[in-house]
Nanobody, 119 residues
Framework: VQLQASGGGLVQAGGSLRLSCAAS????????MGWYRQAPGMQRELVAF??????ANYADSVKGRFTISRDNTKTINLQMNSLKPEDTAVYYC???????????????WGQGTLVTVSS
C-alpha cells in the first residue's frame, strides 16, 4: 500500500490549506485513514483520523478548525482553516489496512508534506 499526500505549502496565519491523500497498490481493505503531524523537535502526534464507517476524531488543538473527509475508500482530505503558526509541521497521511485476506492489519505511512504557517 502506498500513500501519496499533496497540498502542503506556505500560508499566513488565519489562512487555509487543504491536504489530500490517496492510497494505491495492493489493497484488500482499509479500516481507516488519517493524518499525523510532526513539528521540529517534537514527537509525531495525531491530527485527525476517520475510521471506515465511523466518526472522525480530532486532536483537541485542531477541533473546530480542521475537518477530515473521505472522497472514497482510498482518498481522504484534511481541510485546515484558521491556521496558526503552531500548526507548522510535516503532515503525514496514514492508513490502517490489509494488503490481502491473509495478511495482518498494518499501519502505512505516506512520505509527508510540509505545512508552514507564518505569523
Amino acid at each position: 500500500v502506498q500513500l501519496q499526500a499533496s497540498g502542503g505549502g506556505l500560508v499566513q496565519a488565519g489562512g487555509s490549506l487543504r491536504l489530500s491523500c490517496a492510497a494505491s497498490g495492493t489493497i484488500f481493505s482499509i479500516n481507516g485513514m488519517g493524518w499525523y503531524r510532526q513539528a521540529p523537535g517534537m514527537q509525531r502526534e495525531l491530527v485527525a483520523f476517520i475510521p471506515s464507517g465511523g466518526f472522525a476524531n480530532y486532536a483537541d488543538s485542531v477541533k473546530g478548525r480542521f475537518t477530515i473527509s473521505r472522497d472514497n475508500t482510498k482518498t481522504i482530505n484534511l481541510q485546515m482553516n484558521s491556521l496558526k503558526p503552531e500548526d507548522t509541521a510535516v503532515y503525514y497521511c496514514t492508513a490502517v489496512g490489509r494488503s490481502s485476506l491473509v495478511s495482518a492489519s498494518t499501519t502505512y505511512w505516506g512520505q509527508g508534506t510540509l505545512v508552514t504557517v507564518s505569523s
